[in-house]
């Protein structure tokens, strides 16, 4: 314990704790990695670092396979080449590589004890069975090495830096896959890891998506969860702002990946934010939003290929200006039609529903209600066979996949007369199943998955290409 555990959590330094997270492609390579150093050091303050696996990591780890070690074996070459790239021949790299090959050796021991799994089951531990579902132990190897590789590059830079096990820091309780963090235990945590070695000026180094619960068990926060992490440190230590290192110049009005005529939005209300990770924009992790702005802490959204580039400004004093800002796209959506049976009475029927979409862990996105039938958007590939069997007990259902949720998000969009109209008349001849409008700020409708490209390139020409563009001096899409 030290002395800073307290409600002030400045650093005895006197200098501001800037929290930065580099996702993905900003880890893709040992020259990324080195890049993304250099912006540490720039960083100024007293700087605290929460890293992605490295782009496309999680992907193969989620997929690996019983019995099939080959991936293994190309991860192994990929990060021992990131290595190699950040240390050279210089000192540490024997060390380095020894850290990453026993990481990878534990992925290995995972598996094989999948294998013997499998067996005792009675199951064939036959070549190519799907680890399912895959352990956190192994779904976190991806950010356990990245934690070596950046430590390693800071070191590089002559930069006083140290790995802390996010398991250390980052306490949830032990679901599978999607873990929720104990935000009390958390920031205790937090501060009695962090506090002491930012005072001593040496800079954390930290998984994102990783935790543990409290017995212990690795946990991960969900797809995306790095962010997350980066949000709950940054308001642990009180630091003002937290920066999202990614691969795109901030937040856009559209996936620049999809629109090339997207945006940038210079800055963005903190409830459009959170609307728009939620509804499906990929480059801010819902829950990172969310977090944030709870607490305060601004998050700010920069490209690491392009730190000349001021970002994105969540605000955490704004509610952004009138009008729609940003279109979201949700893919592999579910459209859940539920009908109370005959002699079934109306009243309850929807906190049946609920009852059975909760227990089954379910989250729901979207709903409409009528006097007779209730529709509502659930995740395609959540555990829907139990729910729809559960259902059926009391109620008539009917499950359409191969659908996807648009949202258009902005501010004061129920004010504004003629937001609606706009909308649909830009989709007049398409079918729309859905359509819910909740808040002010978002706006949202479920179509065909197939047509959900084309919903978004005519709205996004229709509410935001047809207005004079933002006064952004660097928009480059
Ligand atoms: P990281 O690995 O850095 O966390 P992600 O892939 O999770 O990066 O998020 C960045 C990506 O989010 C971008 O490359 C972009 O394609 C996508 N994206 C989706 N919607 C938006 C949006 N409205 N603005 C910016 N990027 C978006
Ligand atoms: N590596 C994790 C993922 O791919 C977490 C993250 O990138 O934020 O989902
Ligand atoms: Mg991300």
């Given amino acids: 314990m030290t002395a800073n555990l307290t409600e ?28 993304s150093a250099r912006l540490v050091l720039a960083a100024g303050g007293s700087p605290v670092v929460v890293v992605s696996a490295m782009s496309g990591v999680t992907n193969q780890l989620e997929a690996l396979r019983i ?58 531990a036959e070549q190519g069975l799907a680890v399912d579902p895959v352990s956190d132990e192994i779904r976190s190897a991806g950010e356990d090495l990245s934690v070596l590789l950046m430590t390693a590059a800071l ?41 002491p070695l930012v005072d001593e000026g040496v800079t954390p180094v930290i998984q994102g998506f990783v935790g543990a619960s409290a017995d212990g068990r690795t946990t991960t926060l969900g797809r995306g969860g790095s962010d997350f992490t980066a949000a709950i440190i940054g308001a642990a230590l009180g630091a003002p702002e937290v920066t999202i ?38 480059v801010i992790h819902p829950a990172a939003a ?22 994105t400004l969540i605000r955490i004093d704004r509610r952004g200006t009138p009008g729609v800002a940003a279109l979201a796209f949700k893919p592999r959506v ?31 996105d979207l709903v409409a209600t009528s006097h007779t039938s209730t529709s509502l958007t659930v995740d395609r590939d959540a555990p829907l066979d139990r729910v729809l069997s559960e259902l059926d007990a009391f109620a008539e259902v009917e499950l359409q996949t191969g659908m996807a949720t648009v949202s258009a998000i902005g501010a004061g969009l129920l004010r504004i007369p003629g937001v609606t109209g706009e909308v649909f008349r830009a989709l007049d001849d398409l079918p729309v199943h859905l359509i819910s409008q909740a808040t ?20 996004h020409a229709a509410l935001i290409e047809s207005r004079p563009p933002n006064p952004s001096p660097y928009h480059d899409p």
């Fill in 290 to 311: 969310k977090h944030a702005v709870g607490r305060k802490v601004a998050l700010r959204i920069r490209n690491s290929f392009h730190p000349e580039r001021p970002g």
């Fill in 440 to 459: 002010d700020t978002s706006l949202s409708f479920v179509v065909d998955e197939e047509r959900a490209s084309e919903v978004i390139r005519r709205l």
């Fill in 334 to 364: 579910g459209l859940l039609t539920v009908r109370s049976r005959p002699m079934f009475m109306a009243y309850g029927f929807l906190a049946r529903v609920f009852e059975v979409l909760t227990r089954n862990r379910v989250p729901v």
């Fill in 155 to 195: 070191s590089r830079l002559g930069h006083r830096a140290r790995v802390v096990d996010a398991r250390s820091i980052v306490r949830t309780d032990d679901r599978v896959g999607g873990a929720v963090p104990d935000d009390d235990a958390t920031v205790e945590l937090s501060r009695h890891r962090l506090l």
């Fill in 67 to 124: 019995g099939q070690y080959a991936p293994i074996e190309e991860l192994e070459r990929r990060h021992l080449e990131a290595a190699r790239t950040i240390l050279g021949e210089g000192p540490g790299r024997d060390g380095l590589e020894r850290a990453i090959r026993a990481r990878l050796h534990t992925v290995r021991e995972g598996l094989a004890d999948r294998e013997g799994l499998a067996g005792k089951d009675g199951l064939e």
């Fill in 8 to 35: 002030d959590s400045s650093p005895a330094s006197g200098s501001a704790i800037r929290v930065l997270k580099f996702g993905g492609t900003s880890m893709g390579g040992g020259e990324r990695i080195l890049e």
């Fill in 245 to 282: 290192w990614t691969d795109v110049d901030g937040i856009y009005s559209a996936d620049p990946g999809q629109i090339p005529a997207a945006r940038i939005l210079p800055e963005l209300g903190y409830e459009e934010a959170v609307e728009l990770a939620y509804f499906g924009a990929r």
